[in-house]
């Protein structure tokens, strides 16, 4: 059984860092892309972030690039997003999730809050 456990999230200051960790299992890890997503409050969910298997190709959504990065480490079965210059509209509900692999349950996902 597929499982997505994300941590990292917290609050912090408009212009502040938070790296998120999302430790995968049940399948196998390096085979598969994996994704970042957010839910803010009253929205839908949506795609923040793409690595490909190995790592060499990455894809963001406009709101993040150039100050998002996502990584990943295949022999720790674990996907990051570091983000840097973090701004209020970041504030959601992060998930991971390998976006390939159907019938998989969303985690609990990490709440993310930026605020003065």
């Known amino acids: 059984q597929v499982q997505l456990v994300e941590s990292g999230g917290g609050w912090v200051q408009p212009g502040g860092s938070l790296t998120l960790s999302c430790q995968a299992s049940g399948f196998t890890f390096s085979d598969h892309p994996m994704s970042w997503y957010r839910q803010a409050p009253g929205k839908g969910r949506e795609l923040v972030a793409l690595i490909t298997i190995r790592g060499r190709t990455t894809n963001y959504a406009d709101s993040v690039k150039g100050r998002f990065t996502i990584s990943r480490d295949n022999a720790k079965g674990t996907v990051y997003l570091q983000m840097n210059n973090l701004k209020p509209e970041d504030t959601a509900v992060y998930y991971c999730?390998?976006?390939?692999?159907?019938?998989?349950?969303w985690g609990l996902g990490t709440q993310v809050t930026v605020s003065s």
């Open positions: 999730k390998p976006p390939l692999l159907t019938n998989v349950d």
